[in-house]
């Protein structure tokens, strides 16, 4: 059987990612890392982020805790 609030539920969850996705793109903070856009393709999301020269996030992480 079919849910019939399915189609609503799918509408509500897809106008919060891109109520968060313009969130994001306009919050700006020297020690955030800026978001610039995010877009659909095939099956996947791709993030436009401001580059960080300072190398690798999770390796900073891991090393650093």
Do not use: C, W
């Amino acid at each position: 059987f079919s849910n019939p609030n399915k189609h609503f539920f799918l509408k509500k969850k897809k106008k919060q990612k891109k109520r968060e996705i313009r969130f994001l793109t306009l919050l700006y903070h020297p020690n955030i890392v800026k978001l610039y856009t995010i877009f659909e393709y095939n099956e996947y999301y791709v993030f436009a982020m401001e580059r960080v020269r300072k190398g690798e996030l999770l390796k900073f992480i891991t090393d650093n805790g």
